[in-house]
Every structure is written in C-alpha cells, then in structure tokens.
C-alpha cells in the first residue's frame, strides 16, 4: 500500500463556490506513539479510544480563485482571526498539496470551535486536523462528484467509504499524527502491525477484532492539572527520540504491548488493560525524562493524582486506570459500571488537585460526523 492511492484522478467538475463543515473528536492513546520519521510516519504503532465530548467543528467556506501559486486562506476561532494559526496550517497545505490538487485554486475561511476549553491542556491538534481534512475532502468530492453537495459522509457508500475514510485518515496524520486515530471510532489503531490485518503506517484502521462488552461507553474523566501551553511541544518531543537511547527497546515495546492488548480486549482482561495502560503512560513520560535535552511535563498534582488512583483501587477493587497525553493532565479510564463510585473519587478526592477544581467527563465514541449546513 502507499500514498499514490490517494492522489486523485483528474477532476470533472467545477464549483465556484460552497461551505463544507464537520465536526472531529479527540481520541486518548492506550499505546502512545512517540517518535516519528519524514511525512509523518510513526516509529511505532499505536492504538487510542475515540472521544466523544471533545471535539472541534470546523466550517470550511472556500470560494474560487486564480491560482497565482500561493495558498490563500484565513483561520477563525470562535469567531476570532488566529494568524497564529497559520503557519501549522501552511505547513499541513504543502504536505497535501499533491493529494489536494486543488488547493491553490481556491481561498479558504476556516471557522473553528472546540467544545473543550482553548487553555485547558487538551491539545486541539488531532480533533482540528481531523476536521480540516475532513473539510478538505469534502470539497474535493464536489469536484469529483456532484450529487455530492455540502457533504459526504464517512459512511456513506455512496460516497465510497473505503477511500474516503482511508483519505480522510491519511490526510489528517499529515496535519498531525495522532489526528488519523480521530476519523472513525471507538478503538482506531495506527502503524504497521504484523498481528493486525489491514494496519499500516499511512492511516489508522478500525481496530479489527472482537472487544469485550466490558469497553463499551468506557468513561475518561480528565483532570485538568496544568492548563498552560505546553513547554515542550509534541513536534520536538517526537524528534528527541533520533538517537535516544532507548529508542529501539521503546518502539519494540509498543508493538508487544497492542500485540498483549488483543487479548485483552477480546477476553476483557482489565487487571492487564491497567498494567498495559499505566506502564504506556509512565514509559512516554520516561522518554521524555531521558531525552537529550531532557524535559518533565508532569507536574506534582500528576503525581498527587496518580497516587491516590493506586491507592483507590487497592482499597475498593476498582478497575479504574490512568493515562497521560504529552502534558500534565490524568486521564482516569474505567468502565461505565463503576461510573458513579469514581465520580464520587474524583469528586471527593482528586478535585483538589486539578486547576481551579476542574475536569471533563468524557467517553468513547464513534468518530467525526458531517454537520449539515443549509445551502444558500
Ligand atoms: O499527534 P502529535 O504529533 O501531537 O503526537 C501525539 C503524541 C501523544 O499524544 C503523546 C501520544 C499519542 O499517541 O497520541
């Protein structure tokens, strides 16, 4: 398989004019990916829980223009122009430009919200990437199809799922790696695999095998520890793992750890769900730890927090686990049936130590959704 697929034949239309809008989740990865090479491949594959409640919509409104060789576009967030934006988006543009041909033919106003608060730590960059893409694309089904109107949903046979879905995919992990996790739910897996059928290192697949009752409506509670821009971004962190020392046991140990997780999740094994989960978190941040220059993105409320969640399940028998993203914030997983004891937790116990008292209640979910917009 390899990217040639998804640069598109000759298109059949033109359309002067339109406004495309999707909405795209976050997603919380079980096995991280950390560590990337040129275009955005993963060293590593990796394996996330769709979110439900955090999420970006995006309205693309693209009009057409003279193609003088330049992207022409400009970035909204909640109603406010972001030119700080801009350059991530330029740099997404120039990496799908040879699978977005038509790119330069139009100007673009790209108007975002995230359901999640901007400050609260929650990188935005899968759920917007995501979104965008999807926008990208549906503008290129306008111009490949014209039945096609404002949308073309993801599964839509008709609007050919298996490529679009794929392209979709594709299309985002070149925004932002992780984003290819947020096109479908709710376990979507990303890199090559030799035990997972249909894996590859170009986009994510559905995770292909039986999942055990027991995660579905996982819950994640996320405690908002350190709601500040990150010191470190994810682009550096990825880079530090050339020639990091324990680089190669690293990437080897992801791929036996979603190798374990089949199992897992066929026989809903939590007690090694939590041993796999909390050991992917801890070994993300010890790479960090031992990158050269070295760096800590944990704070001591990530501790405080993570702590007690040992603690808790040691005196109640609780399935509930922790995560961590490229940043201070807990990720507390656990199955729907244990929703109200752990709120009574996190109410009780954790709150304390999340910024301002704050925290998200979220869960798995299906994936992006078309938001249909009324045609003018
Ligand atoms: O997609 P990026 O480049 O922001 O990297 C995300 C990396 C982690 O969130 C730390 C792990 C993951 O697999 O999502």
Redesign the pocket.
């Known amino acids: 398989m390899d990217a040639q697929q998804f640069i598109p034949n000759p298109y059949i239309y033109s359309v002067e004019k339109g406004k495309v809008s999707w909405q795209s989740p976050s ?3 079980l096995v ?3 560590g ?1 090479k040129q275009d955005q491949i993963p060293t590593n594959p ?1 394996i ?1 829980f769709t979110l439900n409640d955090c999420k970006t919509m995006t309205s693309l409104t693209f009009t057409k223009k003279e193609n003088d060789g330049n992207f022409s576009f400009e970035v909204y967030l909640d109603g406010e122009k972001k030119d700080s934006f801009k350059p991530k988006i330029e740099t997404f543009f120039k990496r799908v430009e040879s699978y977005l041909p038509f790119l330069k033919d139009y100007h673009f106003k790209i108007e975002t919200h995230n359901t999640f608060p901007h400050s609260s730590g929650i ?1 935005s ?2 759920s917007g990437m995501s979104a965008l893409a999807l926008c990208l694309l549906s503008v290129e089904q306008q111009l490949i199809d014209k039945a096609v109107r404002s949308v073309a949903p993801v599964s839509t046979k008709a609007s050919g799922v298996e490529t679009s879905g794929k392209k979709a995919s594709f299309l985002a992990r070149l925004g ?4 290819c ?1 947020s096109i479908e739910g709710s376990l979507v897996e990303w890199g090559t695999h030799p035990e997972i059928e249909g894996s590859t290192d170009l986009f994510g697949v559905k995770y292909p095998y039986e999942v055990h009752e027991v995660f579905q409506n996982y819950q994640d509670t996320i405690l908002l520890v350190d709601v500040g821009e990150k010191k470190v971004s ?2 550096v ?2 880079n530090l793992m050339h020639g990091h020392s324990y680089a190669e046991s690293r990437f080897k140990q992801a791929g036996e750890n979603l190798s374990a997780l089949k199992d897992v999740f066929k026989r809903g094994d939590l007690d090694r769900f939590v041993e796999i989960v909390e050991s992917e978190a801890l070994t ?1 941040h010890a790479m960090m730890m031992t990158s050269l220059p070295y760096f800590i993105l944990i704070k001591p409320n990530t501790l405080q927090i993570i702590e007690k969640i040992w603690a808790f399940r040691k005196s109640t028998g609780s399935k509930a686990c922790f995560t961590l ?2 940043g201070a914030n807990v990720h507390l997983l656990y199955p729907e049936t244990e929703k109200d004891k752990v709120l009574q937790f996190v109410q009780g116990e954790l709150v304390e130590h999340c910024k301002d008292g704050k925290y998200i209640c979220d869960s798995v979910g299906l994936g992006a959704q078309p938001i249909i917009e009324n045609e003018e």
């Open positions: 997603n919380i990865a991280k990916y950390w990337k990796s996330s990188a960059s899968a932002s790696g992780s984003a996790r994810s682009t962190g990825h993300l993203d490229a």
